[in-house]
């Protein structure tokens, strides 16, 4: 979560705005940097908070983790 943030320029703030979260949300699951005991929607409104802007999570199979992308609306990009 921190890297997405950091790729749109947010703070945990701006971040829990936008997910409709309490601020204290986003710092504990940071903190943590566990999502284990987060729950489903929550979760999901993070989400779909970054997907909104154009920022993507993937898993992949090469490794364990998350990557991020950041998809243009622009065919051209």
């Given at each position: 979560?921190?890297?997405?943030?950091?790729?749109?320029?947010?703070?945990?703030?701006?971040?829990?705005?936008?997910?409709?979260?309490?601020?204290?949300?986003?710092?504990?699951?940071?903190?943590?940097?566990?999502?284990?005991?987060?729950?489903?929607?929550?979760?999901e409104?993070?989400?779909?908070?970054?997907?909104?802007?154009?920022?993507?999570?993937?898993?992949?199979?090469?490794?364990?983790?998350?990557?991020?992308?950041?998809?243009?609306?622009?065919?051209?990009?």
């Amino acid at each position: 979560m921190k890297a997405a943030r950091a790729l749109l320029g947010w703070t945990q703030s701006d971040l829990a705005d936008e997910a409709g979260l309490g601020v204290v949300t986003i710092r504990r699951i940071e903190a943590s940097g566990d999502t284990s005991n987060t729950g489903i929607r929550t979760l999901e409104l993070i989400i779909q908070a970054f997907n909104r802007h154009n920022v993507k999570f993937v898993s992949t199979n090469s490794k364990e983790g998350v990557e991020l992308l950041i998809v243009s609306s622009s065919p051209d990009l």
